[in-house]
């Protein structure tokens, strides 16, 4: 069984404390893995305090959500602006890549994609790509080969900008097959490899599981016949749920499951069929998310 393993890093604390941490857990479990990098300015604060309502502080509540992301995070660009993440920390990025790890673009300014992405036009949505492009190509001394827009939120003018980069394959949605997205009814020509399991904060206090069943229930959820892909995120399992996370890896590697970096799970590209992005609700994560679809007449 293989899982593809993806690390989205959103923050200056998950890039500073987060991504060493995972890259050493990694190494000592001889496991590559995809980083996703956001490099702009570092403004998640204002984002989850954007969100505070009534589902959003009990989901605070529930996950603990001030010892899950620390404090700094909360207030990080609130009151005062967020450090450029890329400018600061550049050494800490280039030795993921160094490590063997593959390492695309997450965001420039994660918080305004999130914010914004309802209202930004092509223009926008591309100058956001080309701006954390230039800042990480600068950093890894080569243009990265794969990106994940932040929060899934993709649209079909994101699809159609991302086509612009010399990306191999783009990771922006939630489903559960590799795709090549079809807009307008042209199938476009950068693949997706969708996410197919829930994240930490999605099922942590749902449904009886703890963090006493956490990994059993992940595991259980890893199955031979499909396509699994795990999003893990440097300021969660790289910090409050390391240990947890480290024996997830024990656990799954006593079950005989590997890890890979997504980017080794694409297929053929004659085995890959046409699929169209729609915006879901899932499960305990607030606002959309963009879904994979199945595409009714085969695409063009
Ligand atoms: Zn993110």
Known sequence: MIIGLRIDVDTYRGTRYGVPNLRNVLAEHAIRASFFFSVGPDNMGRHLWRLLRPEFLLKMLRTKATSLYGWDILLKGTFWPGPVIGERLGPIIRSVSDAGHECGLHAWDHHAWQAHIDTMDPDDIHQSLRRGMKMLTGILGHPPSCSAVPGWKCNDLVLMENEKFPFHYNSDCRGNGIFYPVVKKRKLSVPQIPVTLPTYDEIIGHRGISDKNYNDYMLSIVKPDQLNVLTIH???????????????????????????????????????????????EIRGRHGWVSCQEKFPDGGS
């Open 234 to 280: 440097a300021e969660v399992e790289g910090i409050s749920c390391l240990s947890m996370f480290d024996r997830f890896l024990e656990m799954a590697r006593e079950k005989g499951i590997s890890f890979v970096p997504l980017g080794e799970l694409l297929p053929e590209s004659s085995k890959t069929g046409p699929a169209i992005l729609v915006p879901k």
